[in-house]
């Protein structure tokens, strides 16, 4: 049986069909891909493309199941040979990821009805490949994949997930801008240097113009907006110990780490780093704290928390928390990178509805999408992700319609660590970013 959009659904599906490019930047959980779908019946699209993060490839599926009136033969694009089938015809729709769609994008030639691309923040690098060969190579449609649709629209809640200049990829596609990324970025922003890089903020002059051109390309609601009431999120942070002699030794012996670090993060993640030394510091620094994080997650456990669910970076330093866990007696689900489809449907279905699983560990980018936890009301960051729309995105997999308890969210540190200073930088980008009116998920001390 399919189920019908709801009425603030059904309105956003209308003006994306009057739209040739367009952003759907409802706040997750206001349900995007549902109107989404609802758009592509409306034009009645039958040759379609969507690009999504690989982990959610299923959840689309299931979605058009869901909500699609149009019968439409659907495949999942994991090789070339699906992608045949699709360019010749066999299939309707094709659901692949930004990693395929990079390498396959060159080969379209012809004429679809429609490109949907979710998690549309994945094109915030305008000198990145996948953008490129989606959006051409100015970002300007003139050349790469999303020239031979008819319909484009970006799907996400978070348009400018690490700076606001993120937000000039969108916009030089859609035609909010003819400025170049250099020009954009001197017209709309001021660069102020942090402690070892510069950040880019909006100039109030030009503000309320660049609010004006993306709500011209775009359509944002809030969960409050379209009448979801929602129990609030309380958010604050939480150090743990642990040893940091490997830690320090590191630091010693590379004295400008500490400042490649905070450019990172400042800059927006590991994608940014050269030195092999960075990632292996944040390896050690996830399988420090694990010990003393298991000791607080199992005591909390024994003394009356219902479910948990726990986000990290790492899979040995995730291993860790999981093991410990469950030799204490807890069972624990858990979603990272190599988890088939089936498996990470079978360990969301435990979470919410036995009684008994009530830990889920995930990893940020593999489980921090296209899933609902919200059997728990309580969400610990053990690693948090230097990208705040990742962290974002985490946090509303509890918080959104089906929960009914106030959100408790934790970011866990580890003590006297370079650690300590990652929420702290996330939240003042992320505050940058609101500037904007494209809220997100932030640290609160």
């Known amino acids: ?82 992608f045949g089938m699709w360019m010749k015809g066999k299939a309707d729709v094709l659901i692949t990821s930004y990693e395929m769609v990079t390498k396959w994008g060159p080969k379209i030639d012809d004429l679809y009805d429609a490109l949907v691309l ?77 402690t070892f890089t510069a950040r880019q903020e909006p100039r109030k002059e030009t503000l309320e113009e660049l609010r004006g051109i993306i709500a011209a390309n775009s359509i944002r609601r809030t969960k409050v907006d379209v009448g979801m009431k929602l129990p609030p999120i309380w958010m604050t942070t939480q150090t743990v110990d642990g040893d940091t002699e490997e830690i320090k030794g590191i630091l010693r012996q590379f004295p400008g780490l500490a400042g490649a670090i905070m450019e990172a993060i400042e800059r927006g993640g590991l994608s940014f780093l050269d030195a092999q030394h960075i990632a292996t510091l944040r390896r050690l620094v996830g399988e420090a704290k694990a010990p003393a994080f298991v000791d607080l997650m199992a005591e909390e456990l024994a003394n009356g928390l219902d479910k948990v669910v726990i986000m990290g970076i790492h899979t040995k330093a995730l291993e860790i928390v999981r093991e410990g866990l469950a030799a204490r007696g807890h069972k624990v689900v858990m979603i990272t990178g190599s988890i088939s489809e089936r498996d990470r449907i079978k360990a969301v279905q435990d979470f919410q509805n036995d009684p008994g699983t009530r830990v889920f560990i995930g990893n940020v980018r593999a489980a921090g999408t296209g899933i609902t936890l919200t059997a728990a009301a309580d969400i610990v960051m053990f690693e948090s992700s230097w990208s705040p729309a990742d962290n974002a995105q985490a946090l509303m997999r509890i918080h959104r319609l089906g929960q009914t308890r106030q959100v408790r969210a934790r970011f866990i540190s580890l003590a006297g660590s370079i650690d300590e200073v990652v929420s702290e930088t996330v939240a003042s980008k992320t505050a940058a970013i609101a500037r904007l009116g494209l809220d997100v998920v932030s640290d609160a001390n």
């Not at 000198?127 to 799907?155: E, M, Q």
């Open 1 to 82: 049986m399919t189920l019908p959009l709801l009425p603030y659904q059904t309105e956003a599906a209308d003006l994306l069909t009057s739209k040739e490019r367009f952003g759907l930047f409802d706040e997750m959980g206001v349900g995007k891909t549902a109107t989404a779908i609802g758009a592509l019946d409306k034009i009645g699209a039958r040759r379609i493309l969507v690009v999504a993060p690989a982990a959610v490839r299923e959840v689309w599926v299931g979605e058009f199941k869901k909500f699609s009136t149009i019968p439409r033969k659907i495949i999942k694009g994991k090789t070339i040979h699906d």
């Open 118 to 194: 979710d998690e549309a923040h994945y094109l915030k690098s305008h000198s990145a490949l996948r953008t490129r060969a989606l959006l051409g190579t100015f970002c300007d449609g003139a050349k790469g994949a999303a020239r031979w649709a008819s319909h484009v629209w970006f799907l996400t809640g978070t348009p400018a997930p690490n700076d606001p200049v993120d937000v000039w990829p969108f916009l030089r596609f859609t035609g909010g801008t003819n400025l170049t990324i250099a020009q954009f970025t001197n017209k709309y922003f001021v660069s102020r240097m942090g």
